[in-house]
């Protein structure tokens, strides 16, 4: 009887270990809400918030360029200019016509007032004075049509010159002496001289739609020294297709005076809270049946797969928007071995006090 009780002893003592490994030893994560931020490190340029493209109201033969890239230009500066010569030409033809209609308006006046003269002292007829008084009209039709020519050809003449609408910056220029342009076509591109904005190319998120008016901190890479504040104004509502990333534009708050801004390269940093939710490691994240999962630790220790919603993304983590509630107990580190069913103890991390 003893020698029984000895080797049944013996044997429990061997199968106890066995037992112990075959429950695996992974990462236990419990899950919490807790409150969410948006955060992205940016890489954009400065652009001007307004930016104008000046062609030539008719086309021609470009004579004269007189501004190059980076020239500051102020209102009314003269920037270009084409052959003026046919405009002139069809500037004197008008003002001959004009000068023409205008004796010929002064002639049926006086006709006018003679056959009007004529009639009072009973020496005229009613069909004179008619007559005159369709001359006289038909004088003044033309000497109106001939100042509308005239004024046409003034202004075709002054569109041979292309000058700047406002104070700004020249940031292109297309087109260059002995070019033949078209109507317009653009030939300098203009930058304002007040407004400036931060063009930015980020991954798209179902975060971004939160973004709008975010604060975004602005740090110079060529002038480590510059620091601004800007807000996020537009979001492009497509993804670029041969770049994968949306378009971000921020404005910024009171930029430096001047053009020396335009065209430089910033970082960008976006903090902001976007409310709140569940948060769990990547190392949780896993899939089943082609979607995400991630394993849940029941109260006995085994595990089973949960479908779970992804709202995001964050450093080292991954927002879900279904799947689990806080409280819970999900798998971290060590899922890699697990199948449903599975019995797991939490894994003793070193230097950890219980």
Not at 141 to 155: F, H, K, L, Y
Not at 244 to 269: K, Q, W
Not at 279 to 307: H, M, N, Y
Request: glycine share 10%; charged share 20%.
């Amino acid at each position: 009887m003893l020698r029984l009780l000895t080797k049944t002893l013996c044997l429990t003592l061997i199968a106890a270990p066995t037992l112990a490994q075959d429950r695996l030893a992974v990462e236990f994560v419990r899950v919490r809400e807790a409150p969410l931020t948006f955060d992205a490190a940016l890489t954009g340029t400065v652009n001007a918030t307004d930016t104008i493209e000046i062609g030539f109201r008719h086309g021609g033969r470009v004579m004269e360029v007189a501004v190059s890239e980076g020239d500051a230009v102020t209102k009314g500066q003269a920037l270009a200019r084409t052959d003026p010569l046919q405009s002139e030409q069809a500037l004197r033809v008008a003002e001959a016509a004009v000068t023409s209609a205008r004796a010929s308006q002064e002639q049926a006046r006086q006709a006018q007032e003679r056959a009007a003269a004529m009639l009072s002292r009973g020496v005229g007829t009613r069909a004179s004075l008619d007559g005159a008084n369709q001359a006289l009209s038909a004088a003044e039709g033309a000497m109106t049509e001939a100042i509308s020519t005239r004024d046409q050809a003034r202004r075709a003449l002054d569109d041979t010159t292309i000058r700047a609408p406002t104070d700004a910056i020249v940031t292109a220029r297309q087109a260059e002496p002995g070019q033949i342009v078209g109507a317009a076509q653009s030939v300098i591109t203009l930058a304002s001289s007040t407004g400036r904005e931060v063009v930015f190319q980020t991954p798209d998120s179902p975060l971004l739609d939160q973004v709008m008016g975010a604060p975004v901190s602005l740090v110079g890479i060529d002038f480590p020294d510059l620091r601004m504040q800007a807000k996020v104004s537009d979001i492009a509502p497509l993804v670029d297709a041969s770049t994968g990333s949306v378009l971000v534009r921020a404005r910024i708050d009171d930029p430096p005076p001047g053009f020396e801004l335009l065209g430089s390269a910033v970082r960008g940093a976006v903090h902001f809270p976007i409310g709140r939710g569940i948060s769990v490691p990547w190392t949780a994240l896993t899939a089943t049946a082609g979607s995400p999962a991630v394993w849940v630790v029941d109260e006995g220790g085994r595990v089973s797969l949960a479908k779970v919603g992804i709202a995001g993304f964050a450093e080292g983590s991954v927002i879900l928007a279904a799947g689990v509630e806080a409280g819970q107990i999900v798998v971290g580190a060590g899922s890699q071995s697990l199948y449903p069913g599975r019995e797991v103890i939490e894994a003793q991390i070193p230097g950890e006090v219980r």
